[in-house]
């Protein structure tokens, strides 16, 4: 049989002159006094609550990373690969990706992009990855055709060299998207008009039109016109598809793409769009 003291706290007071007093905690029987076996004793502290610490979140990945990917794969040659439509300067070459492990760079070079102006974020290797995860991901089910577009991923790789072997990681420096689309029904431009479940597409030659999205470039390979160049490429595409004009949404803010578009030829489409004001973006046009 055992006596169990307890202790009543009392709180720090601050005056609002003079020094601070300090008050000791007091040790106080309990009364009546308690008395308790070793069963009963064992029963209480069963049932005491436990204290869980919180800590900060890790971000996890939600799709894992396919397992079929070989980070070590060499990248192929050009006769492996045999595409009649590409586009060579310099030290490079832009192409349509082929390989699953070039979509997987591209995907990662956009992570970092995205990424590169917040070094010092807590995690930032971890949302580094899920962002690469996720659009990795799209990218393959852009693939597959969905809402009826006809979509392509462009690289820019580096230009084989004898005796260099380098894997696709180490080549890929340069990446965009492009897709072919249909105006909904009364547009002239795409965003003319806001998408709702009740807009129809115009599915004519004369309504389509080419979109380019996600271009970015490798840090170490920038000003060596790899953006200039797969713009080009795309230009090109479109034109041997027999689609015009190309267009691109570009942050009102972001200078140096804007001169980049207008160099090659883009214009800048009069409009009034509420949507796109609020986002402050705009839409640039090329007319092939």
């Not at 309990?30 to 609550?49: C, Q, W, Y």
């Not at 990917?69 to 990248?75: E, H, I, M, S, T």
């Not at 300067?89 to 979509?103: I, K, M, T």
């Not at 991923?153 to 696709?168: A, D, F, L």
Request: a positive charge.
């Amino acid at each position: 049989m055992s006596t169990v003291s307890i202790y009543r706290t009392e709180f720090l007071t601050f005056p609002t002159h003079g020094s601070i007093r300090r008050r000791k905690l007091q040790r106080l029987p309990l009364s009546p006094a308690v008395k308790m076996d070793s069963k009963s004793f064992e029963r209480v502290k069963k049932e005491e609550p436990s204290i869980q610490l919180q800590t900060s979140p890790i971000p996890q990945l939600e799709n894992p990373r396919p397992s079929n990917l070989r980070f070590d794969r060499l990248q192929p040659s050009d006769q492996e690969l045999d595409q009649d439509h590409r586009l060579e300067f310099g030290r490079f070459v832009a192409r349509e990706a082929v390989l699953d492990e070039e979509f997987w760079t591209a995907a990662w070079l956009r992570a970092e992009t995205h990424w590169e102006d917040r070094p010092g974020e807590r995690y930032v290797d971890n949302f580094k990855r899920q962002f690469a995860e996720q659009e990795f991901n799209a990218i393959k089910r852009r693939y597959s055709g969905q809402h009826g577009q006809t979509y392509t991923c462009v690289v820019t790789v580096r230009k084989e060299e004898r005796n260099v072997k380098r894997t696709v990681l180490k080549s890929v420096v340069g990446t965009l998207d492009f897709s072919i689309r249909h105006l909904l029904h009364g547009e002239s431009f795409p965003g003319e008009r806001e998408k709702h479940m009740f807009c129809s597409i115009s599915r004519t030659n004369l309504n389509k039109y080419v979109y380019v999205s996600n271009l970015c470039v490798a840090k170490s390979a920038r000003r060596q016109s790899i953006a200039s160049n797969m713009l080009y490429f795309v230009i090109e595409s479109a034109r041997s598809k027999g689609v015009e004009p190309v267009y691109v949404h570009v942050h009102r803010n972001n200078e140096p793409a804007l001169e980049l578009y207008e160099k090659i030829g883009f214009e800048m489409v009069e409009m009034a769009n509420s949507q796109l004001l609020k986002q402050q973006m705009y839409l640039l046009c090329f007319k092939t």
